[in-house]
């Protein structure tokens, strides 16, 4: 049947994008049947201009010239680059509805994942970007050198906003930064946003008098749109420095929304990638993680995060480095061995990498051997199942980052640190699973 070659019109392997071009890297496996050349090029049409039959449009020079092109095919890998016309300018909904949109419901593909884009220039500087980013974080907490330490309350529902901020006081005066609420935690019965914001401030106050450090809240003001700006407002005008985001649940759209507000009441705008796994986990279907985290670059996040690796997450070591290089480098090489494209940011600032999930102070100088010091580590049971409560669990964490900092082994720092001794009683250095 001669609608069969329509779709493969639309590969040319000799192809050379122009420096303009949006180019994606995917993975696709062919329904049973097709050729890999054909799944090819339907990926390709249908993400642009085609469609599964020959239409008179598709004979106008003005609508061919936008025709997107499949020129690289490795195994069940393939690359498509698409003109620049075909998106608008500072518009994340736009893209992802091209380039991730009605091609994942495609019969001629069993699977497809979008695992990496190169965004050409032109695209990138029609974003702001993070507003802060680590130099800028470090700058408004004063921390120099070691990483950013974050603490969500556990049990991390349930509890009222009383026991929350007295959490905050305890973990903060055990040498952590930031509280940080759970991604399902807004403005319950039980622990309602107005009357938590009101009482971690004060606490806050009381922390930082008492150790002389900078202290934060990251308050997740996740809603409707109107009212994550109304919470958004109530924080700043409370003094703190940060908000949270559930950014998957809420949207590309709100979150470019917000990162305007934040920019407007000089916040700080922490990324939790709650929901993500319902696409990015089946490495063969879906959408990366790194595109999740290139994508809150552009759009101007300060931290995201990322997986631990060893952690009790999905997401393995070579995943989690790569995600980390991508939004905190300026510029990235490509890596053929796991179809990553390279990568240009244009001066946009750094997305801090904040690694999370089943973490404890005997896993600690792993964690920053992959990441460095320029990165923010997020712990929950590690430091609330502590046998002496949550500050002593709190003084643990921040002396096994010290004790990195500082070159000298967990096992050795121990013996005049007796929190983190009984950590590692606890815990060990094994990872959760």
């Known amino acids: 049947m001669a609608f069969r070659e329509v779709y493969e019109k639309f590969v040319d392997l000799h192809y050379q994008p122009g420096k303009d071009e949006l180019l994606c890297s995917f993975y696709i496996e062919p329904m049973r049947g097709e050729k890999i050349a054909r799944a090819a090029g339907a990926v390709a049409a249908e993400s642009s201009v085609g469609t599964w039959t020959d239409v008179p449009g598709l004979k106008m020079a003005h609508v061919s010239r936008i025709a997107a092109t499949c020129f690289e095919i490795d195994g069940n890998w393939i690359k498509v680059a698409y003109p620049a016309d075909n998106f608008e300018a500072g518009s994340i909904p736009q893209v992802y509805s091209a380039i991730a949109g009605n091609i994942f419901g495609m019969k001629a593909v069993d699977n497809i994942r979008l695992m990496d884009v190169q965004w050409p220039a032109w695209f990138v500087k029609s974003f702001s970007g993070p507003q802060f980013g680590i130099s800028g974080v470090r700058k408004f907490m004063k921390i120099k050198k070691r990483p950013i330490l974050a603490c969500v309350p556990k049990p991390k529902v349930g509890m009222t906003s009383q026991e929350h901020a007295e959490i905050g006081?305890?973990?903060?005066?055990?040498?952590?930064?930031?509280?940080?609420?759970?991604?399902?935690?807004?403005?319950?019965?039980?622990?309602?946003?107005?009357?938590?914001?009101?009482?971690?401030?004060?606490?806050?106050?009381?922390?930082?008098?008492?150790?002389?450090?900078?202290?934060?809240?990251?308050?997740?003001?996740?809603?409707?749109?109107?009212?994550?700006?109304?919470?958004?407002?109530?924080?700043?005008?409370?003094?703190?420095?940060?908000?949270?985001?559930?950014?998957?649940?809420?949207?590309?759209?709100?979150?470019?929304?917000?990162?305007?507000?934040?920019?407007?009441?000089?916040?700080?705008?922490?990324?939790?990638?709650?929901?993500?796994?319902?696409?990015?986990?089946?490495?063969?279907?879906?959408?990366?993680?790194?595109?999740?985290?290139?994508?809150?670059?552009?759009?101007?996040?300060?931290?995201?995060?990322?997986?631990?690796?060893?952690?009790?997450?999905?997401?393995?070591?070579?995943?989690?480095?790569?995600?980390?290089?991508?939004?905190?480098?300026?510029?990235?090489?490509?890596?053929?061995?796991l179809h990553l494209l390279s990568e240009d940011w244009c001066g946009l600032k750094p997305v801090i990498s904040t690694s999370s999930g089943g973490l404890h102070p005997g896993i600690v100088p792993r964690i920053m051997h992959m990441l460095g010091n320029d990165c923010a580590i997020q712990v929950g049971g590690g430091v609330h199942g502590h046998p002496g409560g949550s500050m002593k669990g709190a003084m643990a964490f921040r002396q096994a980052v010290d004790a990195d900092v500082e070159g000298i082994s967990l096992a050795e720092y121990a013996k005049k640190h007796a929190e983190l001794a009984q950590a590692l009683e606890t815990w060990g250095y094994l990872h959760t699973k």
């Open 169 to 337: 006081y305890q973990i903060w005066t055990g040498g952590l930064d930031l509280l940080k609420d759970d991604e399902n935690l807004t403005s319950q019965p039980f622990n309602r946003f107005d009357e938590r914001v009101k009482l971690c401030m004060r606490q806050r106050a009381r922390a930082e008098k008492e150790t002389g450090e900078r202290k934060a809240c990251l308050l997740n003001i996740t809603a409707p749109g109107a009212e994550m700006r109304r919470r958004a407002k109530l924080v700043a005008d409370a003094g703190n420095e940060y908000v949270m985001v559930d950014i998957m649940t809420v949207g590309w759209s709100a979150l470019q929304e917000m990162r305007d507000v934040c920019q407007e009441l000089h916040l700080a705008l922490y990324a939790h990638r709650a929901f993500h796994a319902a696409f990015t986990r089946n490495k063969r279907h879906g959408v990366s993680m790194l595109m999740i985290a290139e994508t809150a670059r552009l759009i101007g996040v300060d931290n995201i995060h990322i997986g631990t690796a060893i952690g009790k997450l999905a997401g393995d070591k070579p995943e989690v480095l790569s995600i980390h290089e991508h939004i905190s480098k300026q510029k990235v090489t490509e890596n053929k061995k």
